[in-house]
């Protein structure tokens, strides 16, 4: 699912995805992630790091 979405067309796919794994992976399983969206494309780690600071900042308020 993370593959489609990272070299799909829509980028909105792409946005949900993160927003699932921000909402319903612990800490150490978004580490994984990133390091492996780093080892693909750190351009879509910049993406994935921009939504969950996004997500965070939502979520506090």
């Given at each position: 699912?993370?593959?489609?979405?990272?070299?799909g067309t829509?980028?909105?796919?792409?946005?949900?995805?993160?927003?699932?794994?921000?909402?319903?992976?612990?800490?150490?399983?978004?580490?994984?992630?990133?390091?492996?969206?780093?080892?693909?494309?750190?351009?879509?780690?910049?993406?994935?790091?921009?939504?969950?600071?996004?997500?965070?900042?939502?979520?506090?308020?």
């Amino acid at each position: 699912m993370l593959d489609e979405a990272m070299y799909g067309t829509d980028e909105q796919e792409f946005s949900n995805v993160c927003t699932k794994i921000c909402m319903n992976l612990n800490q150490k399983l978004i580490l994984m992630i990133s390091e492996y969206m780093n080892a693909k494309n750190p351009v879509f780690l910049n993406r994935f790091n921009t939504i969950m600071r996004d997500f965070k900042k939502n979520t506090k308020h």
